[in-house]
């Protein structure tokens, strides 16, 4: 039988049950990074009849978080070692969380893990949910937080879904100003969204507050983002102007985005993002005028 977590919340089948939140409330911190994770790097298979199972695979250093997993989930499961050989090391050693409550499969499920392959289909959830905490899961997943080559910080995202691309780029002009136009590379047909210097340092505080639930190396490398100053010499970062109610009213009268760049005094590209996502209900239209 699968082993549980000591510490971890009361079986669904335990009169406690009541007063512990429920399995994946996407409005509790730690499912919603929890949730966000599993879409990014976990996988949800069908078996016959009802059976299944849903698991995360990773290297062996990051077991912690999967422990993290494992005490928030009130149904059995289990964390076991494998030693194999890939492309990239002769040995190497792993660590496999799996859950096979139908129940719990049946939740994920409901809330947008899908069953097989999911690269480009996953999505933000359609219910209430914790949003920095859920970005910091997929990001943990999925993307990178630490200095270039170059010496600078960043924060940055490999994602099939657009969606998720979307999503993130939306989320990340709030909290930095800084506008990102999402296209798929070449060689992968997938996204590669980056935020440098900056704007990465403000993305990264922000997603990593403290205390909240992460790789703790990811944790750590986020913290460090918070060292790094900007050499005498280089050119001052660029201010970015937010976006009024009155301009998105503007830009939606003009013809085009060329048209309403003159008027407004912005990029055409610039216009052409916010059209984008004003008319695909990315962000809120603007009430009419008094």
């Known amino acids: 039988m699968a082993?549980?977590?000591?510490?971890?919340?009361?079986?669904?089948?335990?009169e406690s049950r009541s007063t512990a939140?429920?399995?994946?409330?996407?409005?509790?911190?730690?499912?919603?990074?929890?949730f966000g994770f599993l879409q990014a790097d976990?996988?949800?298979?069908?078996?016959?009849?009802?059976?299944?199972?849903?698991?995360?695979?990773?290297s062996a250093r990051d077991v912690g978080?999967?422990?993290?997993?494992?005490?928030?989930?009130?149904?059995?499961?289990?964390?076991?070692?494998?030693?194999?050989?890939?492309?990239?090391?002769?040995s190497h050693e792993s660590s496999i969380w799996t859950l096979c409550a139908l129940e719990a499969r049946?939740?994920?499920?409901?809330?947008?893990?899908?069953?097989?392959?999911?690269s480009e289909n996953i999505a933000p959830?359609?219910?209430?949910?914790?949003?920095?905490?859920?970005?910091r899961g997929v990001i943990d997943a999925d993307g990178s937080v630490g200095y270039t080559s170059k010496g600078l910080p960043f924060v940055s995202l490999t994602t099939a879904s657009t969606y998720i691309a979307d999503y993130l780029s939306t989320y990340a002009t709030e909290v930095t100003g800084a506008e990102r136009i999402l296209k798929r590379n070449a060689r992968d047909n997938i996204y590669n969204i980056m935020y440098s210097m900056e704007a990465g340092?403000?993305?990264?505080?922000?997603?990593?507050?403290?205390?909240?639930?992460?790789?703790?190396?990811?944790?750590?490398?986020?913290n460090s983002l918070a060292d790094w100053a900007r050499p005498p010499g280089m050119r001052a970062a660029y201010t970015q102007r937010r976006w009024?109610?009155?301009?998105?009213?503007?830009?939606?009268?003009?013809?085009?985005?060329t048209a309403a760049a003159q008027a407004l005094d912005r990029t055409p590209q610039s216009c052409s993002l916010r059209l984008w996502r004003l008319r695909n209900g990315m962000i809120p239209l603007p009430r009419d005028g008094e």
């Open 106 to 118: 049946t939740k994920l499920n409901e809330l947008g893990l899908p069953y097989g392959r999911k």
């Open 65 to 90: 978080i999967l422990r993290e997993f494992q005490r928030l989930t009130p149904y059995n499961s289990s964390i076991i070692g494998r030693t194999r050989t890939t492309n990239f090391a002769a």
């Open 244 to 257: 009024t109610e009155n301009e998105d009213r503007i830009l939606l009268e003009h013809a085009g985005p």
């Open 21 to 34: 939140p429920a399995f994946m409330d996407l409005e509790v911190p730690d499912y919603a990074y929890m």
């Open 42 to 58: 976990g996988h949800l298979s069908k078996g016959t009849g009802q059976k299944g199972r849903v698991s995360v695979e990773l």
């Open 201 to 222: 340092q403000s993305l990264a505080a922000h997603l990593y507050y403290p205390s909240c639930l992460a790789l703790e190396r990811k944790r750590a490398a986020a």
């Open 3 to 14: 082993d549980r977590e000591p510490n971890a919340l009361p079986c669904a089948t335990d």
């Open 125 to 135: 959830p359609r219910v209430p949910f914790s949003q920095r905490d859920y970005l």
